[in-house]
């Protein structure tokens, strides 16, 4: 499951919740936002007693998540309005993200310091189907079932993602000097 915002189900209620009241969020959304992160959560923990879940997901730097405008991921909610993470509940989710992995055998961790996609998602049920979520408004869910795809998709490789900084300085010192 490569993700572009942190799991849902893997953040606090108390944290989602302070999340929710900072933006805004009426009694209704709340409730049933949080009912769905109780009934995912509780999805993946049964999915986690017999099969293996490799997590990828966005540990940015403060100057990184400036950039990124993180949202919390409520795309398979169709939820209309866009909850920004502050970096300090950023921060907190990344924490209770980690101790959630490690806390089954069966789920594995990797945390991207630079993002493949700011707007897509997808998770692979190797041999079966992917699942690809554009996360932003309007928000878009394929189930891809086709065996070419779906290969390509279980033997996905991130491009190589460029230093912004290295970039520009190399060129800098490629200038003929004065």
């Not at 919740?17 to 049964?46: G, H, N, P, V």
């Not at 993180?70 to 970096?87: D, I, P, W």
């Not at 089954?104 to 049920?125: D, G, H, M, W």
């Amino acid at each position: 499951m490569i993700f572009t915002s942190l799991p849902l189900f893997t953040i606090s209620e108390e944290l989602l919740c302070a999340m929710l009241r900072r933006s805004e969020a009426s009694q209704e959304e709340t409730e049933q936002i949080l009912k769905f992160r109780l009934d995912y959560r509780t999805a993946m923990i049964k999915l986690l007693q017999t099969q293996t879940i490799s997590l990828e997901i966005p540990d940015l730097t403060e100057e990184n998540f400036s950039e990124a405008s993180l949202t919390l991921g409520l795309s398979q909610l169709f939820y209309e309005k866009e909850v920004f993470y502050t970096y300090a509940e950023y921060q907190e989710h990344l924490r209770q993200t980690r101790a959630f992995a490690d806390s089954y055998a069966n789920c594995t961790l990797k945390a991207e310091p630079n993002q493949t996609f700011r707007n897509i998602s997808f998770s692979v049920i190797y041999g079966k189907c992917v699942i690809v979520s554009k996360n932003s408004r309007p928000t878009i869910h394929f189930m891809i079932y086709h065996s070419r795809l779906l290969y390509a998709f279980e033997h996905f490789v991130p491009p190589m993602r460029e230093n912004k900084k290295t970039d520009m300085q190399s060129e800098q010192d490629n200038l003929p000097s004065d």
